[in-house]
């Protein structure tokens, strides 16, 4: 059984650390996100002190930032090893990766626009949870980021496996 276990993850190597350094990416996204509604709405807040739907896009930036650092430096130092190394490799796969994450940024706005729309429709009440002493709300909005977050990961593994990070054939 010992020898299957290990077996399946030397062959399923790379889609498990993408998986692994994935949510390592999205937990780290997640709290930009959490840090930059909770301070956006100090400031921009609608009559009953709920975020506008412009600190949503603020936090779906922070999130975007944040992902898109991490999950390159994850990516290029651990899951694509076999990608091309060196300076000039990087920066392609740098630009290549951040233009790819413009797309899943905009799909990730409109599914959290969305979802956020359809929670509030059905009076979602918010989630109250106690976490080491600290509360934590999961909104509507936590929801949403969830969901993107999870659809987002899986667009993006193959958008970086078989484009941003494939292994460098002859014919390059």
């Not at 949503?56 to 290029?76: A, C, H, P």
């Not at 290549?96 to 905009?106: D, K, L, P």
């Not at 009076?123 to 949403?144: C, K, N, Q």
Request: with cysteine; charged share 20%.
């Amino acid at each position: 059984m010992k020898k299957k276990i290990k077996q399946f993850i030397q062959k399923k190597k790379q889609l498990i650390l993408y998986l692994l350094f994935g949510a390592v990416t999205t937990v780290v996204s997640l709290f930009a996100c959490y840090v930059t509604l909770k301070l956006g709405t100090l400031v921009w807040h609608d009559e009953k002190g709920d975020p506008t739907a412009f600190v949503d896009i603020l936090g779906s930036t922070s999130q975007w930032v944040t992902g898109v650092l991490v999950s390159f430096l994850t990516n290029k130092k651990w899951v694509f090893t076999e990608a091309e190394h060196g300076g000039r490799a990087t920066l392609k796969q740098l630009g290549v990766f951040s233009g790819s994450r413009v797309g899943t940024y905009f799909l990730e706005v409109m599914i959290n626009l969305l979802v956020i729309d359809m929670l509030e429709r059905l009076h979602y009440p918010d989630l109250v949870l106690t976490l080491l002493g600290m509360e934590l709300t999961l909104s509507a909005r936590i929801w949403a980021k969830v969901v993107s977050s999870i659809l987002v990961v899986i667009v993006n593994y193959f958008i970086s496996k078989l484009i941003v990070f494939r292994k460098k054939t002859e014919n390059d």
